[in-house]
């Protein structure tokens, strides 16, 4: 069965500090992943795209890498922001339109 | 350009009843997806429509339905419904039939609260 499993639940960092959020999944045959930005009262935006090539792709301070052979990526977060408090969803997608698989999310706290 | 809108924003309904959501895509974009997203789930793929045809469908029993209009509006209907149901409703527009390479645009959601 087709998973992704983000880690940790929840966290709560200081403002300025960084932080790393993880990704593991399952899913097989891979096409690509992404992370989305979820904030409170919104739907997700996306973050970044990989594909299985790829090992690391950047956006401003939110970088995410991939390691296809252990099936892991990571989001790193560099200076956090209070705006950064959300949710960060990891996303893989199968090569068939609309195979998307969701992990539940890390929701981030970022407090003064 | 707008982005995908989605009404109502709140829903309360008691069990047995039905709903209806409605989803306007960004301009121009022919596909709409809809999405279920529950704390204990996560997002779940409910239906894709394109060109006002349904083209996948994830695992949601019957009673979950939508429609796409020509301009590409859609609606998505739940009849009896249940307290599990409770979730936030969440679609999602694309320029053409959705490949993963796409990006999809969410919309803020539907908070549907079942009693």
């Known amino acids: 069965k087709n998973q992704v499993e983000q880690s940790p639940q929840s966290l709560i960092i200081l403002e300025g500090k960084n932080c790393t959020l993880q990704?593991?999944?399952?899913?097989?045959?891979?096409?690509?992943l992404r992370w989305y930005k979820q904030d409170t009262g919104r739907g997700p935006v996306s973050l970044t795209i990989?594909?299985?090539?790829?090992n690391t792709k950047s956006n401003g301070r939110y970088t995410a890498t991939l390691d296809a052979d252990t099936k892991q990526s990571s989001l790193h977060i560099t200076a956090s922001q209070l705006s950064d408090s959300a949710s960060y969803i990891c996303?893989?997608?199968?090569?068939?339109?609309?195979?998307?698989?969701f992990g539940t999310g890390t929701r981030l706290q970022v407090t003064l | 350009k707008a982005g995908v809108t989605q009404t109502p924003r709140y829903l309360i309904k008691t069990r047995g009843q039905q709903v209806t959501l409605s989803c306007s895509p960004i301009?121009?974009?022919?596909?709409v997806s809809w999405y279920q997203q529950t704390p204990g789930q996560g997002l779940q793929f409910l239906f894709e429509?394109?060109?006002?045809?349904?083209?996948n469908k994830g695992n949601f029993p019957g009673r979950f339905s939508g429609r796409q209009f020509s301009n590409s509006r859609s609606e998505m209907n739940v009849s009896t419904l249940e307290l599990g149901d409770s979730a936030l409703y969440l679609c999602?527009?694309?320029?053409?039939?959705?490949?993963?390479?796409?990006?999809?645009?969410f919309g803020p959601g539907t908070r549907l609260t079942v009693l």
């Open positions: 996303v893989v997608s199968a090569p068939a339109a609309s195979k998307l698989t």
């Open positions: 990989m594909t299985f090539s790829e």
């Open positions: 429509y394109f060109s006002e045809t349904q083209r």
């Open positions: 999602a527009s694309s320029l053409n039939f959705y490949t993963p390479q796409d990006t999809q645009y």
């Open positions: 301009s121009g974009h022919r596909s």
């Open positions: 990704c593991n999944y399952t899913v097989s045959p891979f096409s690509n």
